[in-house]
C-alpha cells in the first residue's frame, strides 16, 4: 500500500522556519522525483519545489527561492521541506508529491500558518 505521511506543519510566527517532513512506504522512493505543493484557502495548488530523484537537483517556485530548501534522505525513504523567512502568504496546506513517468502519488497534507 502507496502511503505518503506528511508531518511538521504548524503555527509559526512571521520570519519564522518550519521544516516538513514526508515519509514515503509502499513505492519505489529512490527512482521517483519528489515534490512538495501548496494550496491556500481559495487558490489553486502550486508546486513549491521539486527534487530528482537522487537528490542532484532541485526547482522552486519563485516565491519560495532563498527562503526553501527541499531535500531527501533515499535510506528512509523521506523527503523534506525547509521553510525559513516565513511569510503570512506561505500559510497552506502543504502536499507532498511521488511521481515517475507512469505514477503519481500524493499525501494528505499539513497545514502551516505563519501568523503573529
Known amino acids: 500500500q502507496v502511503q505518503l505521511v506528511e508531518s511538521g506543519g504548524g503555527l509559526v510566527q512571521p520570519g519564522g522556519s518550519l521544516r516538513l517532513s514526508c515519509a514515503a512506504s509502499g513505492f519505489g522512493f529512490s527512482s521517483y522525483y519528489m515534490s512538495w505543493y501548496r494550496q491556500a484557502p481559495g487558490k489553486e495548488r502550486e508546486l513549491v519545489a521539486t527534487i530528482t530523484s537522487n537528490g542532484a537537483g532541485s526547482n522552486y517556485a519563485d516565491a519560495v527561492k532563498g527562503r526553501f530548501t527541499i531535500s531527501r534522505d533515499n535510506a528512509k525513504n523521506t523527503v523534506y521541506l525547509q521553510m525559513n523567512s516565513l511569510k503570512p502568504e506561505d500559510t497552506a496546506v502543504y502536499y507532498c508529491?511521488?511521481?515517475?513517468?507512469?505514477?503519481?502519488?500524493w499525501g494528505q497534507g499539513t497545514q502551516v500558518t505563519v501568523s503573529s
Open positions: 508529491k511521488g511521481s515517475n513517468f507512469i505514477y503519481v502519488y
